[in-house]
């Protein structure tokens, strides 16, 4: 029997990591391997390529194991769930029997025979191809797989331990935001890179919102979080500060439009069996007196049968305090109870534990912010210069906030680097 035989029959043996063989990668070199063994040179010849051209794709060509191996970490399976859980520790025995022993070797195995497949000599599937047209067939890098799966395997568990406990599993682990879409969650590739520290003003809200982000990660009740007042004055970019803030310790995050809310119960309902934090953040929310989506958040908040998941938070931005629009013709109807309407209309904002307040700064405070930002950038200008050039930007768009001063401090950089005065 030759090596591609053996291979491809141990690829076909997999069982834990078995849904690898249908990541792009590890599925072409598995097809690269039955063909190999089939002994069909045409079939070598096109998964050859096909492989190749999923690795340049990658930027991976330099190393087949590395590319296997990124696709190992974002697998999900029994044994990665729980080791994020943190269910598996590892003694100076062994495993320890809060995962069976049978579960890690067979975990072990079948990641000794996906490496051994990825850093196997490639002339090993030409044997049924002429050799004048192997000898010009481009050729992988098989440098050797990066951590956590750079060590013998007796050892791996532990460092995939650590890894999926800080990084989590599945999609989860190459992706820190995500939108959902339509009872799908799409991987965001670009989040937002905003960090705590790029905000200004506002200490008391922020200091508040980390407090409850930190209790929600360290496993104590945290409350449900509304931030709401004036457009521009930072509630959405708190929210996805905390997110890169605290990524590196399990945190995600799940955008869910408002069009979307009454998915939210599956969506909590599909995350209360991932061994990670979630924070489902609903930007600019408010409801007309028709929306049905409205009792659909309510319930999830608190009131419905189904509990809100423990791993599970939810943080929503509004430039409205009640969330629920009214009207003063609406208030004159001819409702018998009237007062069960207008309870009604602020029971929803109540059921957020936290409310924080983020209203337009006083001239001194927006002008404070300006030269935060300033100095953060390094702007070489004279003091004077910039407040008098801030209050005119402010002044002609009518309004002083933080999302002003950011616009003002990226215009006058652009200026300053050009020559220009501001």
């Given amino acids: 029997m030759t ?80 080791l994020a859980a943190g269910r598996l520790r590892v003694t100076g025995r062994g495993v320890d029997p809060a995962v069976p022993e049978d579960l890690a070797q067979m975990a072990r195995r079948d990641l000794q025979v996906l490496y051994r497949a990825a850093s196997a000599d490639p002339s090993c599937l030409l044997e049924c191809v002429e050799p004048e047209l192997a000898a010009g067939l481009p050729l992988w890098g098989r440098s050797p797989a990066p951590a956590p799966l750079d060590r013998p395997w007796d050892a791996c568990v532990d460092a995939l331990r650590d890894y ?18 339509d009872g799908e ?31 929600f990660l360290d496993g104590f009740e945290a409350n449900n979080m509304l931030l709401y007042g004036d457009r521009g004055t930072g509630k959405s970019s708190t ?53 049905d989506s409205f009792a659909a958040l309510k319930a999830v908040l608190e009131g419905g049968l189904a509990s809100r998941p423990a791993n599970v938070i939810i943080y929503a931005t509004s430039n409205r305090r009640h969330l629920l629009r009214e009207t ?39 002008l404070d912010i300006v030269e935060q930002i300033a100095a953060d950038r390094g702007l070489k200008v004279e003091r004077q210069t910039l407040l008098d050039a801030a209050e005119r930007w402010a002044l002609e768009r009518g309004a002083r906030s933080p999302r002003y001063a950011r616009q003002f401090i990226a215009d006058a950089q652009a200026r300053l680097s050009r020559g220009e005065s501001l």
């Fill in 164 to 181: 999926h406990r800080r990084c989590g599993c599945g999609c989860f682990t190459a992706h820190r935001a995500f939108l959902w879409r």
């Fill in 3 to 82: 090596q591609a035989e053996i291979l491809y029959r141990e690829m076909l043996s997999l069982t834990i990591y078995r849904g690898c063989l249908r990541r792009p990668v590890t599925a072409a070199l598995f097809a690269l391997y039955r063909a190999a063994a089939g002994r069909d040179p045409e079939a070598v010849c096109s998964g050859w390529g096909a492989l190749c051209a999923e690795l340049a794709g990658r930027d991976c060509l330099s190393s087949l194991p590395a590319a296997v191996a990124e696709e190992v970490l974002a697998d999900e399976n029994t044994f990665v769930s729980r």
């Fill in 328 to 366: 003063f013709s609406a208030r004159a109807g001819d409702e018998v109870h009237h007062a069960d309407t207008v309870q009604e209309a602020v029971s929803l904002s109540d059921r957020f534990g936290i409310t924080l307040t983020f209203l337009l700064p006083d001239k001194q405070r927006f």
């Fill in 239 to 291: 929210v996805k500060a905390l997110l890169n803030e605290y990524a590196d310790e399990g945190l995600r995050m799940i955008e869910m439009p408002k069009e979307y809310l009454r998915q939210l119960p599956d969506l909590t309902g599909h995350l209360a069996a991932v061994p990670m934090k979630f924070i489902v953040f609903i930007d600019d929310l408010s409801f007309s007196d028709n929306d």
């Fill in 185 to 215: 969650m799409l991987p965001v590739e670009h989040p937002d890179p905003i960090r705590l520290s790029n905000l200004k003003g506002y200490e008391y809200q922020r200091r508040i919102a980390i407090d409850n982000t930190r209790a």
